[in-house]
């Protein structure tokens, strides 16, 4: 399985740096979600814009998605367009994932369009694996729709994590919670 993290956005509510640089535990954000992909993926690509700033991030491949739009269905698609075979994608600013929680996307995924982590009800589209039969209806969705909407048609497999560790890291006060809380 592929594992595709995606790291597209623009940090505006982090003063415009980009997120996959960021650092929590002394580790760039993108870090701790390669390490969660890398036990259950390969290859494992960063999905982002050609003038996104990354780590260094060994064995990990850099795939540069079109400029625009700046939405995270562009990295989903892309990374599809780009894959062969079933993608599991994970936005940069998630750096609590697990590779267990990762299994338990894999393992859901057989047989379905997609299979999508879900935490106190809330459909996390960020954190799914995607297959190949979901790239032509996530290519047609409309562009203005929330991408929770887009997911949602595809009848997804749900999957249950633990809150805390769908989080993501929006504000700088997001950083002091230490990855070793979860």
């Not at 047989?111 to 879900?118: M, R």
């Not at 633990?162 to 979860?182: I, M």
Request: charged share 25%.
């Amino acid at each position: 399985m592929n594992g595709a993290i995606l790291a597209g956005g623009d940090g505006t509510r982090l003063g415009g740096r980009s997120k996959a640089t960021l650092e929590l535990d002394g580790r760039p954000l993108a870090a701790h979600v390669a390490a969660a992909l890398g036990a259950v993926c390969a290859p494992v690509a960063v999905v982002c814009k050609p003038d996104t700033e990354l780590p260094e991030l060994p064995g990990v491949e850099r795939w540069d998605e079109p400029a625009e739009p700046r939405h995270p269905l562009t990295g989903i698609v892309h990374a599809l367009e780009r894959a062969d075979g079933p993608v599991l994608v994970c936005a940069v600013d998630m750096p609590w994932v697990t590779p267990d929680a990762c299994r338990s996307l894999r393992d859901a995924a057989p047989g379905a369009v997609a299979a999508v982590a879900v935490g106190e009800g809330e459909l996390c589209p960020v954190f799914a694996v995607y297959a190949p039969d979901a790239l032509d209806r996530l290519r047609d969705a409309r562009a203005d729709a929330p991408l929770r909407e887009t997911v949602e048609a595809l009848e997804p497999a749900r999957v249950a994590l633990p809150p805390a560790l769908l989080r993501s890291v929006n504000e700088p006060k997001d950083l002091d919670q230490r990855r070793s809380s979860t």
